[in-house]
């Protein structure tokens, strides 16, 4: 059975502080969706909800150093994923 949830993020870089105004795309996934994007605020926290889960979805991830993609697996409704770049 497919379900709809958020998935709360945060971005940071490699010396694990905060990425902020990044730009957060779904690209590809599993399941259908609509054109869904969130911008990270200054705790580097981004939300994107209304997501079918369970599912495998491609983020892309535009950032003051570049373009990152990176994919997550989302089992459950309300999930919190660290994204280092």
């Given at each position: 059975?497919?379900?709809?949830?958020s998935?709360?993020?945060?971005?940071?870089?490699?010396?694990?502080?905060?990425?902020?105004?990044?730009?957060?795309?779904?690209?590809e996934?599993?399941?259908?969706?609509?054109?869904?994007?969130?911008i990270?605020?200054?705790q580097?926290?981004?939300?994107?909800?209304?997501?079918?889960?369970?599912?495998?979805y491609?983020?892309?991830?535009?950032?003051?150093?570049g373009?990152?993609?990176?994919?997550?697996?989302?089992?459950?409704?309300d999930?919190?994923?660290?994204?280092?770049l």
């Amino acid at each position: 059975m497919v379900t709809t949830g958020s998935v709360k993020g945060i971005l940071k870089n490699k010396q694990g502080m905060p990425i902020a105004d990044a730009a957060v795309m779904i690209k590809e996934g599993s399941h259908e969706f609509n054109d869904m994007a969130s911008i990270s605020n200054a705790q580097g926290e981004f939300f994107v909800s209304g997501i079918a889960i369970p599912g495998t979805y491609v983020l892309q991830i535009n950032h003051s150093s570049g373009t990152t993609t990176k994919e997550i697996n989302i089992q459950s409704p309300d999930t919190v994923i660290i994204i280092n770049l």
